[in-house]
């Protein structure tokens, strides 16, 4: 048997070899704040699984579980429905624009992607066309199983493995401080109309309403209202990815809420159960659900998973969206959100910040080389605030229920961080 100081039998995804022995271990999180093993504590930056909305340790979430656990753990949703999921779905049909009112409750992101592009591809054989043709960004992230994989052509993500239908990725035509302007809103929806012109008709358009770890790039206004005129147009299904953006994030209950439209079809993870369990949705309008009729094989959805909408999950997922409400934690994410774009765009002085962007409760910092991200991320942990770095960028994403006082913390000891890292640069 394996005691503590035993090299550890984890192999942790997305990260090195060699960095596994040295890494961090967190042990313990309440509030907005993690501890680790030395017994430091740390304002938690990017919220643990990038969506803990409602922070960490938060009782009533905590009580709705246990409640859960003592009624009914789970049943095998292809058997039986239960109370949490049909209550969840409807909740879900209220929050979201009028049509998209039809939910299958999934575990993980990467399985809502996989879920979405199945049923968008079965749509057209319902309807009888044979569209296949998906068009999305170059700098998408929408997952790692098989489908959702293919549809990144980031370095890090890019699948090595051939895809089983067309896909047409679309690059950014300007930089990320560049695309947040009118012209930029314009070329961006030129590209996308260029690419759904060129080949035979798409069956989907699928983006992030924010660029999450395609750089953490914020979408033009305009651009997603714009989208869903190309797609009108051509009849191609828009599928908006909401596992990053959604329940909060962006300072809306949706990303796409900033744009005022209404996408044919949603996933939704993470903060749909405040990243306290495993937990996925997508949500389609009811006019995709009924063509499944006409499925040949089973007359209805051959996708799912046998823990798909677990009880307790939803149970939590619910419980969610009561303390989403009653701490109004929406509205406190665009507030500190803000407050803390305003704050930290005073680093652009320095000679190693190139760009601040964000919106509600992320925000990204980009670095003029990926050493200088990751020396101001290694001096923002020392000074006691975790943030997550992919190449030039340094990611911060705190919990929904972040404070003045928290807020304010963030920016005296990032402050601090930069002017480290630009010191020692020196």
């Known amino acids: 048997m394996q005691n503590s100081t035993s090299t550890s039998s984890l192999w942790r995804p997305w990260t090195s070899i060699a960095q596994q022995a040295n890494s961090m271990r967190i042990v313990e999180a309440k509030g907005n704040r993690v501890r680790d093993a030395e017994g430091r504590w740390y304002l938690d930056g990017i919220s643990g699984v990038l969506n803990a909305s409602c922070g960490h340790g938060h009782p009533r979430l ?68 044979n569209r296949n043709r998906v068009i999305t960004f170059e700098a998408a992230y929408h997952g790692t199983t098989y489908l959702a ?19 047409d990725h679309v690059s950014l035509p300007a930089s990320p401080r560049e695309m947040r302007t009118e012209a930029g809103a314009e070329a961006l929806i030129g590209l996308f109309a260029k690419a759904l012109e060129a080949g035979p008709p798409a069956a989907a358009v699928m983006v992030e309403p924010l660029l999450g770890l395609g750089g953490c790039v914020v979408l033009p206004a305009g651009f997603l209202a714009g989208l869903r005129e190309l797609c009108d147009r051509h009849g191609a299904l828009l599928i908006l990815d909401e596992v990053f953006c959604g329940f909060g994030r962006t300072g809306r209950m949706f990303g796409f809420d900033h744009d005022g439209i209404t996408p044919d079809i949603v996933t939704m993870s993470k903060g749909i159960s405040g990243g306290y369990l495993p937990l996925a949705a997508v949500t389609v ?39 989403m409400a009653d701490e109004r934690l929406v509205e406190n994410s665009a507030a500190q959100g803000a407050t803390l774009l305003e704050g930290l765009r005073k680093l652009e002085s320095s000679p190693l910040i190139a760009d601040v962007r964000g919106l509600g409760l992320v925000i990204a910092i980009e670095a003029d080389a990926p050493e200088s991200a990751a020396a101001i991320a290694e001096a923002a942990a020392r000074a006691g605030v975790m943030t997550r770095h992919e190449r030039g960028v340094i990611r911060i994403a705190p919990p929904l229920t972040l404070t003045d006082e928290d807020t304010a913390e963030i920016l005296q000891k990032i402050g601090t961080a930069v002017e480290a890292a630009a010191a020692a640069h020196r």
């Not at 994989?149 to 895809?163: D, H, I, K, N, R």
Request: hydrophobic share 40%; no cysteine; glycine share 8%.
């Open 62 to 129: 905590i009580e709705a579980a246990t409640r859960q656990f003592q009624q009914l753990v789970h049943y095998d949703p292809m058997v039986s429905s239960h109370d949490p999921a049909e209550t969840l779905t409807a909740r879900l049909a209220d929050l979201l624009p009028g049509g998209l009112n039809e939910t299958v409750l999934l575990n993980s992101g990467s399985e809502a992607t996989e879920a979405a592009l199945r049923i968008a591809l079965q749509y057209w054989r319902n309807n009888g066309e």
């Open 149 to 167: 994989q293919q549809l990144s052509g980031l370095p890090f993500t890019v699948s090595e493995w051939a895809p089983p239908f067309p896909i």
């Open 285 to 323: 309008t009811s006019s995709i659900k009924e063509t499944f009729v006409r499925e040949p094989v089973a007359q209805g959805l051959r996708y799912g998973h046998t823990t798909g909408g677990h009880a307790v999950a939803a149970a939590v997922g619910n419980a969610v969206l009561d303390v």
